[in-house]
T-cell receptor, first 114, second 111 residues
Framework: DTAVSQTPKYLVTQMGNDKSIKCEQNLGHDTMYWYKQDSKKFLKIMFSYNNKELIINETVPNRFSPKSPDKAHLNLHINSLELGDSAVYFC?????????????FGSGTQLSVL | KQEVTQIPAALSVPEGENLVLNCSFTDSAIYNLQWFRQDPGKGLTSLLLIQSSQREQTSGRLNASLDKSSGRSTLYIAASQPGDSATYLCAVTNNAGKSTFGDGTTLTVKP
């Protein structure tokens, strides 16, 4: 039933490791996003994909690579994890056109890099 | 570059009070503005979305207004309840689909 689901909910890992977070939406939306919420709760967009095509890349380090196999999925792979990557990562989706579009968020993945 | 500011950062009120949360943005060329609620350890839930051509939206005890020319939006909560306690965020979206969020207002409604 969950509209936007992301896994895992918690991810604890060592510096230097590579990890992935998966996201799926069953709303039929065309656009998906990854957001990062830091320890101060500030939410910032990282990437936006529309129908598997990259639309927004907010100067995120190359270690972060989103992958969209189809428009219902947007996964986030992170290479060589650093301490500063610790944050909560949220996936979201919306319908691309029509100014009534709303953002629907997943419940977040809390990443802790030790 | 769009900047979104929310005032106050935190607000504590007794149950039953009406309250107003404020959001201001620097670039008035927006596509829409949304108000979200975030509970601790949870994702964001969209409360209200105001299109750039609209001035307000209402849902139950919530009313959001938008004044694009002055770069301001308010979220009015009537007859507040303890269950309203959460962090409220506003986000403005531009024509390219990029949303910029404010830092949020953490609301505590005391029984």
């Amino acid at each position: 039933d969950t509209a936007v689901s992301q896994t895992p909910k918690y991810l604890v890992t060592q510096m230097g490791n590579d990890k992935s977070i998966k996201c799926e939406q069953n709303l039929g939306h065309d656009t998906m996003y990854w957001y990062k919420q830091d320890s101060k709760k500030f939410l910032k967009i990282m990437f936006s994909y529309n129908n598997k095509e990259l639309i927004i890349n907010e100067t995120v380090p190359n270690r972060f690579s989103p992958k969209s196999p189809d428009k219902a999925h947007l996964n986030l792979h992170i290479n060589s994890l650093e301490l500063g990557d610790s944050a909560v990562y949220f996936c979201a989706s919306s319908q691309v056109r029509g100014s009534s579009e709303k953002l629907f968020f997943g419940s977040g993945t809390q990443l802790s890099v030790l | 570059k769009q900047e979104v500011t929310q005032i106050p950062a935190a607000l504590s009120v007794p149950e039953g009070e009406n309250l107003v949360l404020n959001c201001s943005f620097t670039d008035s060329a927006i596509y829409n503005l949304q108000w979200f609620r975030q509970d601790p350890g949870k994702g964001l839930t969209s409360l209200l979305l105001i299109q750039s051509s609209q001035r307000e939206q209402t849902s139950g005890r919530l009313n959001a207004s938008l004044d694009k020319s002055s770069g301001r939006s308010t979220l009015y909560i009537a007859a507040s309840q303890p269950g309203d306690s959460a962090t409220y965020l506003c986000a403005v979206t531009n024509n390219a689909g990029k949303s910029t969020f404010g830092d949020g207002t953490t609301l505590t409604v005391k029984p």
